[in-house]
């Protein structure tokens, strides 16, 4: 998907596209390479990079935590030690999709590393905006870059199309500030959205969205960068570990 090609009209919709794949199978082994890299350095020395991880065990369930101790969920930010996903962040296979729907050109306001390793924990149905952020700006696009195939069985992303339309601030299930109460959630309306490995899908703030447990025995990564527009200027240095 180029800039030409991006539907605007579709993205505005339905709050989601997906795309094509912008990395060679050779590209993306050097990004799992990378992804693993992350990893064992974060856990060779938790002193520094703990506040930058989540742990598995912190979100699953007694039975499906045994097992899970030590194994990390995600890492978030990661481009200030890795120079290789900092540069892949204004990949311009990426950003002119996000420009072309802003209209102007963009600023990276969040990046990470989701894992879902095996057995790695679900996602519960939630919207971005409402959960994790709040501050800022609401004028962000979040995009995930699988490093894996991503389908229903290890925890692709499932969304509701148009659920972000008016901009709703949904209701959290009952003792919950992520997920959201399922019954504000339409289970006509969701939409599988399994893609291949380098493959991508760009969504807004408000779209409601869920993936599942990872079943198999293979991990399902990938890369999210969320961006501003750059007429806001660079609104989330601060998201950096001190």
Avoid at 129 to 154: G, K, P, S, V
């Amino acid at each position: 998907m180029n800039t030409k090609q991006v539907d605007v009209q579709q993205y505005l919709e339905d709050g989601y596209l997906t795309s094509e794949a912008i990395f060679s199978e050779q590209e993306l082994e050097v990004l799992r390479v990378e992804s693993d890299r992350l990893v064992e350095l974060c856990l060779s020395d938790l002193g520094q990079h703990e506040p930058r991880i989540q742990w598995e065990k912190n979100y699953l369930t007694r039975e499906e935590a045994k097992g899970m101790e030590g194994v990390i969920r995600k890492l978030e930010p990661i481009i200030d030690i890795s120079p290789i996903f900092a540069e892949m962040a204004f990949h311009k296979g990426i950003i002119e999709p996000v420009s072309a729907i802003f209209g102007e050109p963009v600023e990276l306001f969040e990046d990470k590393l989701n894992l879902k390793l095996p057995n790695g924990s679900p996602y519960p149905w939630h919207q971005d905006w409402n959960c994790c952020w709040r501050a800022h700006t609401d004028q962000l696009i979040t995009c995930f870059i699988y490093l894996d195939d991503a389908n229903e069985e290890n925890g692709c992303l499932k969304v509701v199309p148009g659920s972000h339309l008016g901009k709703p601030m949904l209701p959290f299930k009952q003792g919950s500030t992520f997920e959201i109460d399922p019954a504000y959630v339409d289970q006509t309306k969701i939409v599988p959205c399994p893609l291949k490995a380098g493959e991508m899908i760009f969504f807004d703030p408000y779209l409601l969205h869920y993936s599942a447990i990872n079943r198999t025995r293979s991990p399902r990564r990938c890369i999210i960068y969320t961006y501003n527009p750059a007429s806001l200027g660079k609104v989330n240095e601060n998201r950096f570990p001190g």
